[in-house]
């Protein structure tokens, strides 16, 4: 694949894109890569709001950017001349269900790799039946869900697998601990108020037999997509095979006492999008049946934090039954976030300094019962913004650099474990400065 650019940042100007403009500017040699650019539909903003405020040498790690590309989400043609110069998107510019579609689509069109850092898991089945076997035909690979939904579940769920397998034994179930700590960003805080916002609508057209509401949002359809439709019948995103998939989301979603973490825990708050792609890595790895529980780490644990957290989702669940609570909560955070997004935004420009924590700790045990898998994940960077970035960056280095050695990843859709190796995208995320332990003992 020739092409003069390794990676494009889309999206730039957003809360993630400029953490991953900075990712790359301070931190992208040790991913092994040489040249990248910024793209976003307003140059001038992203000049002044991001590329002017990078003055600090890039250093022996970092690589400065080329030229900045206009692009547009609603705009085929400026879509596709970006992908046609550059080995992978790492695309940002949500919420994806409103502004994603394009990208996939010019991607594949130019035979262009695909990265994203999306959690909408409804939105990522729904592109993978539309453009699936177009993207295996062609070879090229798209990663979804590529930043904290859902590495660190995924890799840490793979490692234990593997280190158990390395010692004679299969997983049978592993309990996940996740949690950070910083700033929520923008389109994260849009993803959710459309989900919400989707549902009333949707429970409101039923309850009131058509007559308020709508059973469901138009999708946005990509600029030149023409009549492409979704096909009537097609495979979900998590394989029938993965047969314990629903029993697992279901009981993640319990609180409850994990008897291999020892204390009681609440459900991770994104446990319903990272159980499908968990599921779907095991499948493909070879441990398919396992039993999967998702919660949330420090400080969460424990009886007392348990029962607290239980009467706030209820509170939670009974604010947004109400009118314009999606409009209320996108001021609640805008007032909260914009100092907090300063600071976070001021250390990144400062050669992409710590901005928080995140951290993933996982136990599981071998279906014999007598080996115990003990798996660690832990970095200096906030979840939403930082670490997401990061990861983005590391699994499409990852892509290029299997490009590099004429060693493609597997092409089509994949979780970012099965794209390039679990154990790969772990090494990358050494690297690049993520803390990651596996430790095998007798139970």
Same mark, same amino acid.
């Given at each position: 694949m020739q092409r003069d650019l390794d990676v494009v940042i889309f999206g730039a100007t957003?809360? #993630?894109?400029?953490?991953?403009?900075?990712?790359?500017?301070?931190?992208?040699?040790?991913?092994?890569?040489?040249?990248?650019?910024?793209?976003?539909?307003?140059?001038h903003k992203?000049? #002044?709001?991001?590329?002017?405020?990078?003055?600090?040498?890039?250093?022996?790690?970092?690589?400065a950017f080329s030229e900045p590309i206009q692009a547009d989400a609603e705009d085929h043609d400026s879509l596709l001349r970006m992908c046609k110069r550059t080995k992978c998107v790492v695309a940002c510019a949500g919420p994806f269900a409103r502004y994603?579609?394009?990208?996939?689509?010019?991607c594949i069109e130019a035979g262009t790799n695909y990265v994203d850092i999306t959690g909408e898991l409804p939105w990522v089945e729904k592109m993978e039946q539309r453009y699936g076997e177009e993207a295996l035909?062609?070879?090229? #690979?798209?990663?979804?869900?590529?930043?904290?939904?859902?590495?660190?579940?995924?890799?840490?769920?793979?490692?234990?697998?593997?280190?158990?397998?390395?010692?004679?034994?299969?997983?049978? %179930?592993?309990?996940?601990?996740c949690g950070g700590d910083g700033v929520m960003p923008t389109g994260t805080i849009e993803t959710v108020c459309d989900m919400v916002d989707g549902a009333k609508s949707a429970f409101l057209h039923a309850v009131s037999c058509s007559l308020l509401g709508q059973r469901r949002q138009k999708p946005v359809r990509a600029q030149g997509a023409g009549e492409r439709m979704l096909p009537r019948s097609s495979k979900p995103y998590v394989p029938k095979e993965a047969t314990r998939f629903t029993s697992n989301l279901i009981f993640t979603m319990i609180p409850g006492y994990s008897r291999l973490g020892r204390t009681f825990c609440l459900p991770h708050f994104m446990a319903p999008v990272n159980v499908g792609v968990v599921h779907r890595t095991a499948y493909h790895e070879g441990y398919p049946g396992l039993v999967y529980r998702e919660r949330l780490g420090p400080p969460f644990k424990g009886l007392i934090p348990m029962l607290v957290g239980i009467v706030a989702g209820i509170c939670v669940a009974v604010f947004f039954s109400l009118p314009y609570a999606t409009s209320l909560l996108r001021r609640f955070v805008?007032?909260?976030?914009?100092?907090?997004?300063?600071k976070v935004r001021a250390r990144m420009f400062a050669g992409y300094s710590p901005t928080?924590? #995140?951290?993933a700790d996982g136990v599981g045990i071998s279906e014999s019962g007598t080996m115990m898998a003990k798996v660690g994940m832990s970095c200096e960077y906030d979840p939403g913004l930082s670490f997401t970035m990061l990861s983005a960056c590391v699994v499409a280095g990852s892509i290029v650099k299997k490009l590099q050695a004429n060693d493609r990843a597997l092409g089509g859709f994949q979780t970012a474990v099965t794209?390039?190796?679990?154990?790969?995208?772990?090494?990358?995320? %050494?690297?690049?400065?993520v803390a990651i332990t596996v430790a095998v003992q007798r139970a």
């Open positions: 957003g809360d #993630t894109g400029v953490a991953g403009c900075c990712f790359l500017y301070f931190r992208g040699r040790r991913l092994g890569i040489s040249r990248w650019a910024p793209a976003a539909r307003n140059l992203l000049k #002044t709001d991001v590329l002017d405020k990078l003055s600090q040498a890039p250093g022996l790690d970092g690589v994603g579609e394009g990208v996939v689509k010019a035909q062609k070879g090229v #690979t798209l990663v979804s869900m590529a930043g904290y939904d859902s590495v660190p579940p995924d890799l840490t769920t793979f490692l234990a697998a593997k280190g158990l397998k390395d010692a004679g034994e299969s997983l049978a %179930r592993f309990d996940v601990f805008a007032s909260i976030n914009q100092g907090l997004m300063k928080g924590k #995140t951290m794209a390039v190796g679990g154990e790969v995208l772990a090494d990358a995320l %050494r690297a690049a400065g």
